[in-house]
């Protein structure tokens, strides 16, 4: 199973890749893996807004040379600091829209849509 998030995390990362004249693009995704980047360019979330479904776990992983956090605006969630080559994973055990955000980097925000 890490192996497929693994994949499916790098498959992300690279089709998520955006372009350092605007980084703020927004992305959207189907799935469970979201990537940190970017932090020198004011940072992003990748997808930023990734769609899933109950009871999936979605898997933050920071790919950046500086720290992250993610944190549900609801407090449901707070991964405190994310290390470089690091992980945070959330199960979602019901539907709704999730907004988040990275409080070291506050340009970087995301959302989690369950259904």
Request: hydrophobic share 35%.
């Amino acid at each position: 199973m890490r192996q497929i998030l693994l994949v499916l995390t790098l498959a992300l990362a690279v089709a998520g890749c955006e372009d350092d004249n605007n980084p703020t693009q927004p992305t959207t995704g189907t799935g469970t893996a979201i990537s940190m980047t970017g932090a020198g360019v004011g940072g992003t979330f990748s997808p930023t807004t990734l769609t899933t479904t109950v009871g999936s776990t979605v898997v933050w992983t920071n790919m950046d040379s500086e720290v992250h956090n993610t944190i549900s605006n609801t407090n449901l969630w707070n991964s405190s600091n994310v290390a470089p080559n690091t992980t945070f994973s959330f199960e979602f055990a019901t539907t709704g829209t999730f907004p988040y955000r990275c409080t070291i980097h506050p340009t970087m925000t995301g959302t989690v849509i369950v259904q």
